[in-house]
């Protein structure tokens, strides 16, 4: 679905096209070939009592952040 300020359904873009889940396994199988490790989680020791808040929320309606 095009964004309604556009007229052409692509937003006049001439530029390169990217297929994002494409994309997403290249990086996934260079990063394994160069061996880099998984990254941890933010712990979430700094958050905010109201982004704790929208998180606790999140996941009482089932959804995961």
Known sequence: MAPKFSNKGDGGWTGRRIDLPEFSRAVAARKAELGLPELP??????????????LTAIKDVG???
């Open 63 to 65: 959804g995961k952040w």
């Open 41 to 54: 989680d933010n712990a979430g020791e700094n958050r905010t009592t109201s982004k704790r808040a929208l």
